[in-house]
């Protein structure tokens, strides 16, 4: 959209990420836009997805990239002093993907890093331990074990069967991650290839692309009758709730419109540009 005003107004031209990524390919699309502190979470895809806030997970107008807030996710009590909050959604066929093409991708901005073998996770459908055989796929940031400074690595983890052997572990070490940056980071098939995209937000335009890929086949990911979780694994006695461990990979930091697509897709969502002409 854009408005025109005259006399002593400004110009502005904006525009507004659900109107782009929105199409008949989304069966997610969470665009983190509400009042400060809500913890109401709607899916804007015509899937109409119930979302479920577990702890403090909630919207923070301090922090946004696509619009004028974003989700934050307070980390590990232990670590980061959080309360341990994610998002859960319900089991549905649209977050197990079987042989199809699909995407998934979100923005991030972490407060610090992980170190010494932290874990962030970003989301996944199945826990990859225990006994259950309900493993799907998990995408996270990894701390390094030792190292001065401390590596930090992408990782993601893919089951054809849903035991708790991941038949694709596909990492990437992400030397220039840095706080208080935004990203976007998409998972995405296309057809044999699975792609791991990472790019950077620099002065207002996403700067990057695919650091790692993977042959997956013609092989179908397992159909997990598990919901997805959004910033921490899988509770280990009930997956289709978040963890009550507080090791347990609790993601810290901001999140802004988190998306999944029945298709492939390999660039990142417009980043709203607002130019202002003052007269």
Not at 40 to 61: E, G, K, P, R, Y
Request: glycine share 10%; charged share 15%; with cysteine.
């Amino acid at each position: 959209a854009v408005d025109f005003y005259s006399g002593t107004q400004p110009i502005n031209f904006y525009s507004r990420p659900t109107g782009i990524l929105n199409d008949t390919d989304t069966k997610l699309l969470l665009d983190f836009e509400g009042a400060d502190s809500s913890q109401v979470f709607d899916d804007l895809s015509d899937s109409n997805h119930t979302v479920n806030a577990w702890n403090s997970v909630q919207i923070d107008t301090a922090q946004a990239i696509f619009g004028s807030s974003s989700c934050f996710f307070s980390g590990n009590i232990l670590i980061n002093g959080g309360t341990e909050d994610a998002l859960y959604i319900a089991n549905s066929a649209d977050f197990t993907f079987g042989s199809n093409d699909f995407s998934v991708g979100t923005a991030v901005r972490f407060p610090t890093l992980p170190t010494n073998a932290q874990e962030y996770v970003i989301a996944g459908v199945g826990r990859f331990t225990g006994a259950t055989n309900q493993n799907c796929w998990r995408i996270e940031l990894d701390g390094s074990v030792s190292g001065t400074p401390p590596t930090q690595v992408i990782s993601v983890f893919i089951s054809y069967n849903g035991d708790t052997s991941p038949d694709i572990v596909m990492s990437y070490t992400w030397s220039g991650v840095t706080i208080d940056t935004w990203y976007y980071i998409r998972l995405a098939r296309n057809g044999a290839t699975l792609r791991l995209f990472i790019w950077e937000n620099i002065s207002g335009i996403w700067t990057g692309g695919e650091v790692k890929n993977a042959n997956i086949g013609a092989n179908s990911i397992h159909p997990s009758t598990k919901g997805l979780i959004i910033g921490s694994l899988p509770d280990e006695d009930n997956e289709d709730l978040p963890s009550n461990e507080s090791t347990d990979g609790w993601f810290y930091g901001w999140m802004d419109g988190f998306q999944i697509l029945s298709t492939y897709r390999d660039t990142p969502p417009s980043i709203p540009i607002n130019f202002y002409s003052l007269p």
